[in-house]
């Protein structure tokens, strides 16, 4: 019973910590603490203006969903010190007991209340930011599931009179602010129905330099103490250490190669005592961290038939896909290499169909398909690939092949294709941009529906690209192959 009424006294029945609702002040702290993220920064800031208004608000329930290293977790934290709400949080990885969130009964031996409540007494204030990290990790088992105790911890209507087995007295959870991060969106329906999702995207080239710049090299230098004016990491080290020596969504490996980087200036700064300086940039990169490990698709330098650069999305990042098409004497056999997936199988008969339908135009025999072999590969072939978005790279590259028109190398281009030959939207659009900037690619053909999508593409990109809306085959050939395509009917986008 003593401990009982010791758990009574330490749960905060009244107690808050007092709201910051200086708009400003908490714009700065969140801009100083991470580079980038706008929507999630948009969304506190909405939450603080409306604090400002009204006296009660029940706190939001937010999902940040993103790939490792993004910053999620940190993120809480960040979110903690501008709303100048206490930081508690609450690890889910693994937790497959229903009695985590709920507690235990006390008529067993040594019960306790849930993780929950006892996170909040030992906070002491009963508006805390509560970060429910890694929610998707839950399983469930034989007793019970934790992600459906959940429900009434995160419903808005439900959380007013959140119900501990080991309490027995409703408590009031309307006043947490709760925010749950997670990899993927692998989460029970019901419980995501509940939550404003916010997808995190993996960073930019260009976001992961700004980062290492203004918060990973600085800590690095101080936790390897490493003094003032005894290292310096140039632009082009942090951009070969993300281009060669790193591929990720996130920034953890990038964070982990500058310790590196610390950690041998140490070294040699205590081996050799006259040296007082060093200096890392691209070019002696090398002899700090070693052979490149990774290496990023870049333009071919030459026009050539039936290869064509397409576009691919992946969870780290944009890349540039090579797809390759070869014709043989045959009876019509279509072959496809690379470790393609079934919708991409699909995706190259679609193409297939659409140039037999138009071989006449493109001065093709029409009975191609029944005397010559075809054979589709994508390179990296131990890479599982899939999803539509090849559809127009493909067909160009059967017409290359058929017609020994040869594909521009400077041209890139993603799209799916139908049998009527119009182009439909993709996704992952800003990071396959990027990857083309990157990859040297001068014109990129994209749907004339992601038209839309341009405006989150970094400035930079855009007046350093050629982008080419279409919105049928026709246009792309006329714009991807090297030779005007005979007989074809231009249908220029408007």
Same mark, same amino acid.
Request: charged share 25%; with cysteine.
């Given at each position: 019973?003593?401990?009982?009424?010791?758990?009574?006294?330490?749960?905060?029945?009244?107690?808050?910590?007092?709201?910051?609702?200086?708009?400003?002040?908490?714009?700065?702290?969140?801009?100083?603490?991470?580079?980038?993220?706008?929507?999630?920064?948009?969304?506190?800031?909405?939450?603080?203006?409306? #604090?400002?208004?009204?006296?009660?608000?029940?706190?939001?329930?937010?999902?940040?969903?993103?790939?490792?290293?993004?910053?999620?977790?940190?993120?809480?934290?960040?979110?903690?010190?501008?709303?100048?709400?206490?930081?508690?949080?609450?690890?889910?990885?693994?937790?497959?007991?229903?009695?985590?969130?709920?507690?235990?009964?006390?008529?067993?031996?040594?019960?306790?209340?849930?993780?929950?409540?006892?996170?909040?007494?030992?906070?002491?204030?009963?508006?805390?930011?509560?970060?429910?990290?890694?929610?998707?990790?839950?399983?469930?088992?034989?007793?019970?599931?934790?992600?459906?105790?959940?429900?009434?911890?995160?419903?808005?209507?439900?959380?007013?009179?959140?119900?501990?087995?080991?309490?027995?007295?409703?408590?009031?959870?309307?006043?947490?602010?709760?925010?749950?991060?997670?990899?993927?969106?692998?989460?029970?329906?019901?419980?995501?129905?509940?939550?404003?999702?916010?997808?995190?995207?993996?960073?930019?080239?260009?976001?992961?330099?700004?980062?290492?710049?203004?918060?990973?090299?600085?800590?690095?230098?101080?936790?390897?103490?490493?003094?003032?004016?005894?290292?310096?990491?140039?632009?082009?080290?942090?951009?070969?250490?993300?281009?060669?020596?790193?591929? *990720?969504?996130?920034?953890?490996?990038?964070?982990?190669?500058?310790?590196?980087?610390?950690?041998?200036?140490?070294?040699?700064?205590?081996?050799?005592?006259?040296?007082?300086?060093?200096?890392?940039?691209?070019?002696?990169?090398?002899?700090?961290?070693?052979?490149?490990?990774?290496?990023?698709?870049?333009?071919?330098?030459?026009?050539?038939?039936?290869?064509?650069?397409?576009?691919?999305?992946?969870?780290?990042?944009?890349?540039?896909?090579?797809?390759?098409?070869?014709?043989?004497?045959?009876?019509?056999?279509?072959?496809?290499?690379?470790?393609?997936?079934?919708?991409?199988?699909?995706?190259?008969?679609?193409?297939?169909?659409?140039?037999?339908?138009?071989?006449?135009?493109?001065?093709?025999?029409?009975?191609?398909?029944?005397?010559?072999?075809?054979?589709?590969?994508?390179?990296?072939?131990?890479?599982?690939?899939?999803?539509?978005?090849?559809?127009?790279?493909?067909?160009?590259?059967?017409?290359?092949?058929?017609?020994?028109?040869?594909?521009?190398?400077?041209?890139?281009?993603?799209?799916?294709?139908?049998?009527?030959? #119009?182009?439909?939207?993709?996704?992952?659009?800003? *990071?396959?941009?990027?990857?083309?900037?990157?990859?040297?690619?001068?014109?990129?053909?994209?749907?004339?529906?992601?038209?839309?999508?341009?405006?989150?593409?970094?400035?930079?990109?855009?007046?350093?690209?050629?982008?080419?809306?279409?919105?049928?085959?026709?246009?792309?050939?006329?714009?991807?192959? #090297?030779?005007?395509?005979?007989?074809?009917?231009?249908?220029?986008?408007?």
């Amino acid at each position: 019973m003593r401990g009982y009424i010791d758990w009574m006294v330490q749960v905060p029945w009244n107690a808050r910590s007092k709201v910051k609702k200086d708009l400003r002040q908490a714009q700065e702290i969140l801009d100083t603490d991470h580079y980038g993220l706008e929507r999630v920064k948009d969304r506190i800031l909405e939450y603080l203006a409306v #604090q400002s208004r009204v006296n009660k608000i029940k706190g939001p329930i937010l999902c940040l969903v993103g790939p490792p290293g993004v910053g999620k977790t940190s993120l809480g934290q960040s979110i903690a010190k501008a709303t100048g709400r206490k930081y508690v949080r609450m690890a889910l990885g693994g937790v497959r007991d229903e009695a985590e969130i709920r507690g235990h009964r006390r008529t067993y031996i040594g019960s306790m209340p849930g993780k929950l409540i006892q996170k909040m007494a030992k906070v002491g204030v009963k508006n805390p930011l509560f970060l429910l990290d890694e929610i998707d990790k839950m399983s469930s088992d034989m007793r019970g599931d934790p992600a459906s105790a959940l429900l009434e911890v995160l419903d808005p209507e439900q959380n007013v009179a959140f119900s501990d087995h080991y309490l027995e007295v409703d408590y009031d959870l309307s006043d947490v602010m709760f925010v749950a991060t997670s990899n993927s969106m692998n989460i029970p329906a019901p419980l995501l129905d509940r939550m404003e999702v916010i997808r995190l995207s993996g960073y930019t080239e260009d976001e992961k330099l700004n980062i290492a710049k203004r918060h990973l090299l600085p800590k690095q230098i101080e936790r390897n103490a490493l003094k003032k004016g005894e290292l310096t990491v140039d632009d082009s080290a942090i951009i070969g250490i993300i281009r060669y020596y790193t591929r *990720e969504a996130g920034v953890r490996g990038l964070e982990r190669e500058i310790s590196k980087l610390c950690r041998k200036a140490v070294k040699q700064l205590l081996l050799d005592k006259s040296l007082k300086h060093i200096e890392i940039n691209g070019d002696n990169l090398h002899d700090y961290l070693g052979v490149q490990r990774f290496d990023y698709g870049r333009a071919d330098n030459e026009n050539r038939v039936g290869q064509v650069t397409g576009l691919a999305w992946t969870e780290v990042g944009g890349d540039l896909l090579t797809i390759e098409t070869a014709c043989v004497p045959g009876k019509g056999k279509l072959t496809y290499t690379g470790s393609l997936g079934e919708v991409m199988q699909e995706s190259i008969q679609a193409a297939l169909t659409v140039v037999r339908a138009r071989a006449e135009k493109l001065g093709i025999n029409p009975d191609f398909y029944e005397k010559r072999d075809i054979h589709v590969h994508v390179p990296e072939g131990a890479t599982p690939k899939d999803g539509p978005s090849a559809g127009i790279a493909m067909c160009t590259a059967l017409v290359s092949c058929l017609t020994g028109n040869p594909v521009r190398a400077d041209v890139a281009m993603t799209g799916e294709i139908t049998l009527r030959g #119009q182009v439909l939207p993709i996704g992952g659009l800003k *990071e396959k941009l990027l990857a083309a900037h990157r990859g040297g690619i001068k014109t990129v053909l994209i749907p004339f529906e992601n038209k839309r999508d341009l405006e989150e593409i970094p400035d930079n990109v855009i007046a350093d690209l050629d982008i080419h809306p279409v919105k049928r085959i026709e246009e792309v050939l006329t714009l991807a192959l #090297q030779n005007e395509p005979s007989g074809m009917q231009v249908v220029t986008a408007k």
